[in-house]
């Protein structure tokens, strides 16, 4: 069935260590984001993708890198700038319509060892 | 610059009651606005959306209303079920970019249905 993945459910960091988040979607969807949420906070964007090969930097995207390689993939990097890693991570997918909405994956929460 | 604000951070409603959710926008570019539904360490589910051309959009128990000279929208859900327990979000979004530009989302209202 259709839809968006994350992986993993959980993910520990060590001090100055980059790690990478999973995003994938079946949905055939051109458009991919990466938000972060924190405690009692809305969500915030960090990067986008509009089509293969391309992306845009978000409100927060310091410390922080993406790839779009392939349509269904979009994973995101978070390296040792990054000094506040501590979040639930989410990845959304949209269609090619211009009000479509977003849908999202389950989530990753990342924490720092 | 808090562009989208949901004052309410909790809300508490009687089952079968009518729960009303509000959010305030600043930017006039917003051309879409969404409210999605999450629980903790799940992602958001996708509620109802109303586009600026609207002032009223219905969907079962929900119904979104749009207000553009206020720039306020509400969230009604009639009549409030216990599964309906959860925090919602108000998100917007502008019509430049193609329509692909990210969501501008408001913190969050916690709603607690009781019996």
């Known amino acids: 069935d259709g839809g968006i993945t994350q992986s993993p459910k959980y993910l520990f960091r060590k001090e100055g260590q980059n790690v990478t988040l999973s995003c994938e979607q079946n949905?055939?969807?051109?458009?991919m984001y990466w938000y972060r949420q924190d405690p009692g906070q809305g969500l915030r964007l960090i990067y986008y993708s509009q089509i293969v090969n391309d992306f845009q930097k978000g409100d927060i995207a310091e410390g922080y890198s993406v790839s779009r390689e392939k349509k269904e993939s979009f994973p995101l990097t978070v390296t040792s700038a990054q000094k506040n890693p501590t979040a639930f991570y989410l990845c959304a997918s949209k269609g090619r319509g211009v009000r479509e909405t977003q849908y999202f994956g389950p989530g990753t929460r990342l924490l720092v060892l | 610059d808090q562009q989208v604000k949901q004052n309410s951070p909790s809300l508490s409603v009687q089952e079968g009651r009518i729960s009303i959710l509000n959010c305030d926008y600043t930017?006039?570019?917003?051309?879409?606005f969404l409210w999605y539904k999450k629980y903790p360490a799940e992602g958001p589910t996708f509620l109802i959306s109303?586009?600026?051309?609207?002032d009223k959009n219905e969907d079962g128990r929900f119904t979104v209303f749009l207000n553009k000279s206020a720039k306020h929208l509400s969230l009604h859900i009639v009549p409030s079920q216990p599964g309906d327990s959860a925090v919602y979000f108000c998100?917007?979004?502008?019509?430049?970019?193609?329509?692909?530009?990210?969501?501008?989302f408001g913190k969050g209202t916690h709603l607690i249905i009781q019996p």
């Open positions: 949905l055939n969807h051109d458009a």
């Open positions: 109303i586009s600026s051309i609207k």
């Open positions: 998100a917007a979004s502008p019509y430049s970019g193609g329509g692909a530009d990210g969501l501008t």
């Open positions: 930017n006039s570019m917003f051309d879409y």
